[in-house]
């Protein structure tokens, strides 16, 4: 069976009763924001490629009242092997967007190894974190809240808070960008900040966990959570940062999500390696960005390159056209082709990225042997977490059944439709 998926309202319930036990009284401010699946275009963003995802109706929820104590506090209820539950740090003295123009920039790090991306950069985002010196240290949950804090570009003079998700944590469907964009929208709520682009709210909590999970992630799982909408995927450029919606809602397809229950985890050496190797590539071919090269380019230097940058660049460029031309298929309802597509991206992942594991290989091959199925791949950053399936609606149950009965581990499914990004609930 499917996992039931909690409503945001029980959500807000359990955060609220947390809020009164905690600090007491009533929380008067209540946000959401969700975890993503990607469809489609895995690892292209940090290439200024295309990418496919959508919300999910799994989501981080923030309820909590501003103070002028010029402290933060917040308590999670998630019951994280990272402790404590509770953390107060001080407020900025001032917000990110005041520091003067002479204030020194954020020095180049591991998140800054592609050539410099034509995204559009904020001038908030590009400053450090204000006067207080918000830094990252233990839990590490915490630092996802308190990098928003810190780049937040209005003043907050303080607040108390509970968090609560939905979204697996390391299952690949980034939970850790949901609370980066529910941090970010809890403080709009709070100060009554005008409200700045969406395109800079998710850049401002991309820099976050650059600078304070010191994860150099692409704009992708920010940018859905800020700007996804109910019925729809979002085509996301991500060089230009223009998106396109694309309806997903025709009743005779589900798309299945599958967590294998391998925890992923990106703070490790794989990501930014990829990324450093892609940036190799680009740079041997000449261009700005793979997003700028193609599969004929990559032949021509082969020589030039090793066996494996050559592999990683393969992927990179092929997924980027196959998510075009997936999209493509997609509007003209031609699942058999979209879910091939999705099949060899995920053979792309295994083989050239080297980002699958046994278990999500085993979850994809699973699935493609059952009837209904048009395709499945692994979702999100690899290494465990999630597979995606795109699935006849009628042959949902026998997926599942046959799932369970033969792969080697213990899998959770989530049967989702595309739902809103980022939103202050009302009370
Ligand atoms: C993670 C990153 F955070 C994204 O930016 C993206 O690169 C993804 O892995 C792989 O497509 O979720």
Redesign the pocket.
């Known amino acids: 069976m499917a996992a039931k998926i909690p409503s945001v309202t029980s959500l807000v319930s359990e955060a609220q009763t947390a809020f009164t036990n905690t600090y007491g009284g009533v929380a008067a401010v209540a946000v959401s924001a969700p975890g993503r699946v990607?469809i489609i275009?895995?690892?292209?963003?940090?290439n200024d490629g295309f990418?496919f995802p959508m919300a999910l109706p799994l989501v981080t929820v923030i309820v909590g009242n501003k103070t002028e104590s010029g402290m933060c506090r917040v308590k999670t209820l998630t019951n994280m092997a990272d402790r404590p539950l509770q953390v107060q740090f001080e407020a900025p003295k001032s917000s990110s967007s005041q520091l003067t123009p002479s204030s020194p920039q954020l020095t180049p790090s591991s998140s800054q190894l592609t050539p410099s991306s034509s995204q559009p950069t904020p001038s908030s985002s590009q400053l450090t974190p204000s006067s207080s010196q918000l830094t990252p240290s233990s839990p590490t949950w915490a630092n996802y809240v308190k990098g928003v804090v810190a780049y937040f570009p209005g003043l907050v003079s303080g607040f108390d808070a509970v968090v609560t998700t939905s979204v697996p944590l390391g299952g690949?469907l980034?939970s850790?960008?949901s609370l980066e964009v529910a941090t970010y929208t809890f403080l709009e709520a709070l100060t009554a900040n005008k409200p700045t682009s969406l395109k800079e709210k998710a850049l401002v909590c991309?820099k976050a966990?650059h600078k304070f999970a010191n994860?150099p992630?692409?704009?992708?799982?920010?940018f859905i959570s800020t700007m996804g909408k109910k019925g729809n995927a979002l085509l996301i450029d991500c060089r230009s940062l223009e998106s396109t919606l694309v309806p997903l809602s025709d009743p005779a397809i589900a798309l299945v999500i599958t967590n294998s229950n391998v925890r992923h985890s990106?703070s490790g050496t794989e990501?930014p390696t990829r990324r450093r190797q892609c940036y190799q590539a680009a740079t041997t071919l000449g261009k700005d960005s793979l997003r700028d090269a193609t599969l004929s380019d990559l032949e021509k230097h082969k020589g030039s390159l090793s066996e494996v940058v050559y592999m990683r660049a393969r992927h990179a460029i092929s997924e980027i056209q196959r998510t075009q031309e997936a999209v493509d298929v997609l509007r003209k309802k031609d699942y058999v082709k979209f879910g091939k597509l999705m099949t060899d991206s995920h053979n792309s992942l295994r083989v050239d990225y080297e980002?699958s594991c046994p278990e999500l290989d085993q979850l994809v091959d699973i699935a493609n042997t059952c009837p209904g199925v048009y395709g499945a791949r692994m979702t999100?950053?690899?290494f465990g977490g999630c597979t995606v399936t795109l699935v006849s609606c009628e042959c949902v149950s026998d997926l599942i059944a046959h799932t369970n009965a033969t792969y080697k581990g213990q899998a959770t499914f989530y049967v989702c439709q595309p739902e809103e990004g980022a939103q202050v609930l009302s009370l």
Do not use: P
Request: net charge negative; with cysteine.
């Open positions: 990607n275009g895995e690892h292209t963003d940090y990418v690949g980034s850790s960008a991309q966990e994860v992630c692409g704009i992708m799982d920010q990106l990501y980002v999100g950053g690899g």
